[in-house]
């Protein structure tokens, strides 16, 4: 067991390592301890994905809690947001998960949420706790073990509150390739969706923390590729694919097509919009232009807000919005207490399919038409700030704003650009309203950065 903790174990979002070589069983008990004291918390919740590492990791976690006199629940093996939802639906003081999300096998880390599900972050909470590991703080071993852990189930409790978003006498019987790519996603759509007319082809809902198949993160398009051609050869009229803890959650068309996350976000907006007059909407300074123009034709408004969870959920609560999205694949929702959840956004397009009685192709047509996106493009740079620099000046005449990096905004095509919190490397996101001028933009922009 280790005596010192590594401090780079903890991220903006959460704590995050190699296990055991970073985080180790040692390590989790001090910072289940940090954590109550930190939240000053009676009652939390704790559940764990399927990595080899986590059972060790969570009982220690849950032990360090009990052992600051914190009453813990354990809900075993479960997604994200199947944690969120109990922490807020139980009104609890915090509650953890161990998963590393989509991380390789060999990762393993600790997401935590405060009361009402509010994650705690780089700027208020892991920073905290990293401060008091560090300082060498909970390394004792208390004289009492604390009080017992309840454990509970809670996927059915689970499944009726993501059915309640929707009329499930809406979703039409549709063909559907479902992929959970042996992550969490099997645990919470299983009950769900045994409810619904659909005839379900299957891939990889075997729970294996070792992910045989691929790595389950969808956003990287090698790890898609099977998913979108199961769907054409399956003649599908959808695919719905999940990542690692299941808190993120991916479409594939019917021409086996992925829809990206801005364009999920414009369409669901929409139709928050139509339910709920003059709705307001949160989404991504990275996203399409399709997310305000379809929302404000619906007579919502669209906020354009920072990137990260953290950043939306606190806007998405000053603003009272109903519906929040990010090009990540991330959604979240006003009466999901502001958090995002994996399930609630395929039971929507589900409905989306069936109130519209068209094809997912027939209503993306439109924004595939006219919003040309260049997809997030990485360029790693030896100067960061130089070459943000040097694209001010290059683009000088354009509408610059800097609510998260640099966004440039002309009338028929725009872009952001921003620094990754750990790597050497700038992000592009661009858009313009034709193919060709959408290409010609990308180069002369990535030629700017990588000059």
Request: proline content about 3%.
């Amino acid at each position: 067991m280790s005596q010192s903790v590594d401090a780079s174990i903890f991220k903006a979002y959460d704590v995050r390592g190699l296990a055991p070589g970073q985080l180790d069983e040692e390590t989790a008990r001090r910072i289940g301890r940090a954590f109550v004291d930190y939240l000053k918390a009676k009652r939390v919740v704790v559940g764990r994905d399927a990595r080899a590492s986590s059972p060790g990791l969570a009982a220690a976690f849950m032990a360090g809690c009990a052992s600051e006199g914190c009453e813990v629940v354990d809900i075993g093996i479960v997604g994200t947001d199947m944690m969120y939802f109990f922490a807020a639906s139980q009104d609890l003081d915090g509650g953890a998960i161990v998963t590393a999300s989509h991380n390789p096998k060999e990762y393993n880390g600790i997401k935590m949420v405060r009361k009402g599900a509010l994650a705690l972050s780089g700027d208020a909470g892991i920073k905290e706790i990293r401060e008091a590991l560090v300082a060498g703080r909970f390394a004792d071993t208390p004289a009492a073990a604390g009080p017992a852990v309840a454990r509970r189930t809670i996927r059915e409790e689970y499944a009726r509150h993501c059915l309640s978003f929707i009329d499930a006498r809406r979703v039409r019987p549709l063909k559907v390739v479902l992929d959970t790519g042996n992550g969490m996603g099997a645990l919470g759509a299983e009950p769900i969706l045994k409810t619904l007319p659909l005839e379900q082809v299957r891939m990889y809902f075997d729970v294996d923390g070792t992910f045989p198949n691929h790595p389950a993160d969808p956003l990287v398009e090698e790890n898609r590729r099977e998913i979108m051609e199961r769907v054409v050869a399956e003649k599908a009229d959808l695919g719905i694919a999940w990542d690692g803890d299941a808190d993120r959650c991916f479409f594939i068309d019917d021409e086996g097509q992925f829809v990206p996350g801005d364009f999920v976000t414009a369409l669901l907006g929409e139709a928050f919009c139509r339910k709920e007059p003059g709705a307001r909407i949160v989404y991504d300074v990275r996203a399409s232009r399709a997310v305000n123009d379809l929302v404000s034709a619906a007579g919502g408004t669209a906020l354009m807000h920072r990137v990260g969870h953290a950043f939306i959920k606190r806007r998405m609560r000053d603003e009272g919005a109903v519906f929040g999205g990010e090009v990540s694949g991330h959604f979240y929702f006003r009466e999901n207490w502001f958090a995002d959840n994996g399930m609630i956004p395929a039971l929507l397009i589900l409905e989306l399919l069936g109130l519209r009685g068209q094809k997912l192709s027939q209503i993306l047509s439109a924004l595939r038409a006219k919003y040309h996106l260049s997809g997030e493009i990485n360029s790693k740079v030896a100067d960061v700030e130089g070459a943000m620099r040097r694209l001010e000046e290059r683009f000088e005449d354009g509408r610059i704003t800097r609510l998260d990096g640099l966004s440039v905004d002309y009338d028929d095509w725009h872009f952001n650009v921003r620094s990754s919190n750990t790597e050497p490397l700038l992000r592009l996101n661009l858009e313009a309203y034709s193919a060709s001028e959408m290409e010609r933009r990308r180069d002369e922009v990535l030629g700017v950065i990588r000059a």
